[in-house]
């Protein structure tokens, strides 16, 4: 497999960088929940929410942790996998929709 063909930079950022923030965020959401809705939290109602989560919010940040951790391993194990390019485009336009996903999903807090 010729790994010259994606250029160092964006294997480098890809391959490690972005996992290892999707990992921290699955660490947050999952293992310290509370931090979690602190960090989302710009209103008193938030900032109750975080101090008491209800079940179906600790389960919801569970969810959430295991997804972020499934496109962290997804991204790296699929593209150390490859050098094509072809292959590479694909999964990072999944993970761009995804991320514009996420993005939207913030625009109640802003």
């Known amino acids: 497999m010729p790994s010259n ?3 160092l930079a964006y294997r480098l950022f890809f391959l490690y960088i972005e ?9 947050y959401a999952g293992i310290r929940p509370r ?5 989302l939290a710009s209103s008193s ?22 997804l972020y951790l499934l496109f962290a391993l997804n991204e790296h194990l699929v593209l150390s996998s490859t ?7 694909r999964v990072l336009f999944c993970l761009l929709i995804a991320d514009f996903g996420h ?5 109640p807090l802003a």
């Open 19 to 27: 996992p290892i923030s999707a990992i921290v965020g699955a660490f």
């Open 83 to 89: 050098a094509s390019l072809r292959t590479w485009r």
């Open 103 to 107: 993005l939207a999903t913030m625009a």
């Open 5 to 7: 063909s994606i250029p």
């Open 35 to 39: 931090e979690y809705l602190t960090y």
């Open 45 to 66: 109602a938030l900032e109750k929410l975080a101090q008491s989560p209800t079940t179906p919010t600790l389960i919801s940040l569970y969810q959430l942790s295991y």
